[in-house]
């Protein structure tokens, strides 16, 4: 039974539309959280009278039928799709094929969520249905706030996180250093040979990932530099994974620092207000304030000790130098966000926790849980240890 959105069926009625329509393939997260179903090529989903549809390929069918959470299920050809392909391109005919699928329907205007295909678009207003794009990202938002399953399947993907973050410490506390870099087992330690056995640990516990970080030096201060080449002794080793679980699609997200060696007296001055201002995060989350303000108070915590920050000097390269976390659920960054202008948040949006400190060209501390907003406060979903990593 396809569950129904009161909030998505009270923006059509708010907006006098009749329909909620996705053009997409399964990678993409509102189509997935709307139909229930993943292919690998696009078919369309419509959500209408508290309830959804499915128009598919032949090839599609008897899986979209039995796995997805539609209601209803058609096929293409039902619609003359290899009668329209004999006269324009296919490519185009499943876009006619859409206009007639509406059309049966009783569908005359849809919503159609930010990156709905252009193509489509044009072909259904040809064909005199009002297609309006929704600038609320109203789908968005009811994807933000988690329930209690899809907060499961975020604590399941972070276990392997966290059992994935174990493997690399060990990694590192195996390592000797030569010359100022690490080596295990004869050959130089890279980035990229601890990012292999963070994939492999990962793909064992039933997740993927497209990428991570394991930077050192002057790498770690690099907003999403993934590191390169060998690893450093006595800085920091900034480790953030972020993998997608194979059969849940629910992203997890974790960063933790490591030094191999002797951190400075800075960098440990560094991870201490880092770790304050984390904890200053933690204790002003709860249901009702917004993302703003938890940013803000993070903010409040750097720039008393001098160190700019997004709000002081919103170009900045150093100091706290982005937001203080993002939503994670069937995308690693979605909302509500940490940061300037973030809106209010609601008991059921699952978000990290990240504050950082960086000098470019030296490096960076930073660390990062994944944690469900309540009512009164917060349920952090990261247990891995939350000191400065000295290995």
Same mark, same amino acid.
């Given at each position: 039974?396809?569950?129904?959105?009161?909030?998505?069926?009270?923006?059509?009625?708010?907006?006098?539309?009749?329909?909620?329509?996705?053009?997409?393939?399964?990678?993409?997260?509102?189509?997935?959280?709307?139909?229930?179903?993943?292919?690998?090529?696009?078919?369309?989903?419509?959500?209408?009278? #508290?309830?959804?549809?499915?128009?598919?390929?032949? /090839? $599609?069918?008897? &899986? @979209?039928?039995?796995?997805?959470?539609?209601? +209803?299920?058609?096929?293409?050809?039902?619609?003359?799709?290899?009668e329209k392909a004999e006269?324009?391109?296919?490519?185009?005919?499943?876009?006619?094929?859409?206009?007639?699928?509406?059309?049966?329907?009783?569908?005359?205007?849809?919503?159609?969520?930010?990156?709905?295909?252009?193509?489509?678009?044009?072909?259904?207003?040809?064909?005199?249905? #009002?297609?309006?794009?929704?600038?609320?990202?109203? /789908? $968005?938002?009811? &994807? @933000?706030?988690?329930?209690?399953?899809?907060? +499961?399947?975020?604590?399941?993907?972070?276990?392997?996180?966290?059992?994935?973050?174990?493997?690399?410490?060990?990694?590192?506390?195996?390592?000797?250093?030569?010359?100022?870099?690490?080596?295990?087992?004869?050959?130089?330690?890279?980035?990229?040979?601890?990012?292999?056995?963070?994939?492999?640990?990962?793909?064992?516990?039933?997740?993927?990932?497209?990428?991570?970080?394991?930077?050192?030096?002057?790498a770690s201060a690099r907003?999403?530099?993934?590191?390169?080449?060998?690893? +450093?002794?006595?800085?920091?080793?900034?480790?953030?994974?972020?993998?997608?679980?194979?059969?849940?699609?629910?992203?997890?997200?974790?960063?933790?620092?490591?030094?191999?060696?002797?951190?400075?007296?800075?960098?440990?001055?560094?991870?201490?207000?880092?770790?304050?201002?984390?904890?200053?995060?933690?204790?002003?989350?709860?249901?009702?304030?917004?993302?703003?303000?938890?940013?803000?108070?993070?903010?409040?915590?750097?720039?008393?000790?001098?160190?700019?920050?997004?709000?002081?000097?919103?170009?900045?390269?150093?100091?706290?130098?982005?937001?203080?976390?993002?939503?994670?659920?069937?995308?690693?960054?979605?909302?509500?966000?940490?940061?300037?202008?973030?809106?209010?948040?609601?008991?059921?949006?699952?978000?990290?926790?990240?504050?950082?400190?960086?000098?470019?060209?030296?490096?960076?501390?930073?660390?990062?849980?994944?944690?469900?907003?309540?009512?009164?406060?917060?349920?952090?979903?990261?247990?891995?240890?939350?000191?400065?990593?000295?290995?």
């Amino acid at each position: 039974m396809t569950p129904a959105y009161p909030r998505l069926t009270s923006y059509l009625e708010g907006t006098d539309v009749d329909g909620y329509l996705i053009d997409a393939d399964g990678e993409d997260s509102n189509q997935y959280y709307l139909s229930g179903y993943y292919a690998p090529d696009n078919f369309v989903t419509l959500y209408a009278d #508290d309830s959804v549809s499915l128009l598919v390929s032949g /090839l $599609e069918y008897s &899986r @979209a039928k039995t796995d997805s959470d539609a209601e +209803e299920v058609s096929k293409l050809s039902e619609f003359g799709f290899w009668e329209k392909a004999e006269e324009v391109d296919p490519r185009k005919a499943g876009k006619l094929v859409t206009g007639d699928f509406l059309a049966d329907a009783g569908i005359g205007s849809v919503a159609v969520p930010n990156g709905f295909p252009t193509g489509t678009a044009d072909v259904l207003r040809e064909h005199g249905i #009002d297609v309006t794009w929704d600038e609320e990202f109203v /789908l $968005e938002e009811i &994807r @933000a706030v988690k329930s209690e399953r899809e907060v +499961e399947y975020i604590r399941e993907t972070q276990r392997a996180n966290e059992d994935t973050m174990a493997v690399v410490q060990e990694l590192l506390e195996r390592a000797t250093v030569e010359d100022g870099v690490l080596c295990l087992d004869g050959e130089v330690l890279t980035s990229e040979a601890v990012r292999e056995r963070i994939e492999i640990t990962l793909l064992q516990r039933g997740c993927r990932m497209n990428d991570c970080i394991v930077a050192s030096g002057a790498a770690s201060a690099r907003g999403h530099d993934s590191g390169s080449g060998p690893l +450093e002794a006595n800085v920091p080793i900034v480790v953030d994974i972020f993998p997608r679980h194979r059969q849940t699609r629910y992203f997890g997200d974790m960063t933790r620092t490591f030094v191999k060696g002797e951190p400075s007296d800075r960098i440990k001055e560094w991870y201490d207000l880092a770790y304050e201002a984390y904890e200053t995060a933690l204790n002003a989350t709860q249901a009702g304030i917004t993302g703003e303000a938890v940013h803000g108070a993070v903010c409040d915590v750097f720039e008393a000790e001098g160190y700019p920050t997004q709000r002081t000097e919103e170009s900045t390269e150093d100091g706290f130098n982005h937001s203080t976390g993002h939503g994670v659920g069937l995308d690693v960054h979605e909302g509500p966000y940490l940061a300037l202008e973030g809106g209010e948040l609601e008991a059921g949006h699952v978000i990290t926790v990240e504050p950082g400190l960086y000098k470019q060209g030296t490096g960076g501390v930073r660390i990062e849980d994944l944690v469900v907003v309540t009512e009164d406060g917060y349920e952090n979903l990261t247990e891995y240890p939350r000191e400065l990593h000295v290995v």
